[in-house]
């Protein structure tokens, strides 16, 4: 049997309470005299940011913060972030915050690498120069982008998200600890964990999976199904939320190195068109795409709905899909967030545009099953 060759990239992760509190020291053993801190103005009023400067003072390292990021990141964002990073001469960058900020500091260390605007690095392995050196310590549980090669920009003037994949955006180091996820509102805390999930199943079912991305897959499902619903009513538990951390960080290295799907696909294009948070677009396209994936990679479908509490005893395809869909919904608990697409004032005239889309999204291109642009148009039909 002959077996491709496979390569996997993974960043120097250190995980565990006040992991946060090694920045400092990252930062210097990175000589990087002065750190462009990106993240929000909220993160950034956390008490948890104060060891944090604390440690970048000790280890002599300057900062400069940078806040001005919205949420789905735009490429305005990134340029920004850049004037800011060059003109205060900074040598490296330190990211706090969720998907979208790590995503923005990615954007800000290509452009500062490699000129340009952060468009011109659209698609896969298009960034030439290596970033400057990139530490991350992600507040919620689900993007992963502390561990993936992914980006997603949004260009504003196409209301469209752009994908970036390549082995520069890997970070050099991520700081995996529970303490910033604690103040994390409920609905950030569902929709980051759908992501993660997504990852997951994405990542396993993917056609460029391998042994490691379904280890790593398998492990972020079994962690998912058995502490998301605790951390997300159970708020304050740091155990949950620390397994809910494995399991982001588990699915972020299986799908930064086996590709994502359909879900994302879709969720790209639908997150990109009406500007919806990123786990509220996935929720809503999950069932759909997993209907139409199901067949081509049955075996794998049953395991995650196995794992995800499905009866083995239930080996009726459309009952395993159902109760696959149940238990998720499940996880999801109560939240504001319907998942249907017309309650986000879309229109059925959107869909060639959501169809256009999709089909050139990167991630299509490992998906277990490649829709035509008719298969496509009928997942979005459904969806309304
Ligand atoms: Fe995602």
Known sequence: MVREHRKYVVPEIITGDDARIYAGRYASNFHSNTVLLATDESIFRQKWMREILQGLDEAGTEYVVFSDIEENPRDYNVMAGADVYLSEECTGILAIGGGSVLDCAKGIGIVAANGGTILDYVGVDQV?????????????AGSAADVSQYAVIRNADKKAKNIIISKSLVPDVSLLDTVPLMTQPKDVTVN???????????????NGASHLSDMMALESITLSAGFFPFSVD????????????????????????????????????IGGLYDLPHGVASSIV????????????????????????????????????????????????NT???????????????????????????????????????DLSNLFERLF
């Open 128 to 140: 030439r120069n290596p970033m400057p050196p990139l530490i991350c310590v992600p507040t919620t």
């Open 192 to 206: 980051s964990g759908i992501d993660a999930l997504t990852h997951a199943i994405e990542a396993y079912v993917s």
């Open 234 to 269: 159970r708020a304050d538990d740091p155990d949950s939320r620390f397994q809910s951390l494995m399991a982001s960080m588990y699915a972020g290295i299986a799908f930064s190195n086996a590709g994502l799907g359909l879900i994302h696909a879709m969720s790209h294009a």
């Open 286 to 333: 999950m069932r759909s795409a997993i209907q139409y994936n199901y067949s081509s990679s049955k075996r794998k479908y049953q395991k995650i709905a196995y794992l995800l509490g499905v009866s083995p005893d239930i080996t009726d395809d459309k009952r395993v899909i159902t109760g696959m869909f149940e238990q998720i919904m499940e996880m999801r608990g």
């Open 336 to 374: 504001d967030n319907p998942l249907s697409l017309s309650a986000y004032g879309a229109s059925k005239a959107d869909i060639p545009d959501l169809v256009a889309r999709s089909a050139v999204d990167p991630c299509i291109a490992t998906n277990p099953r490649i829709p035509c642009r008719r």
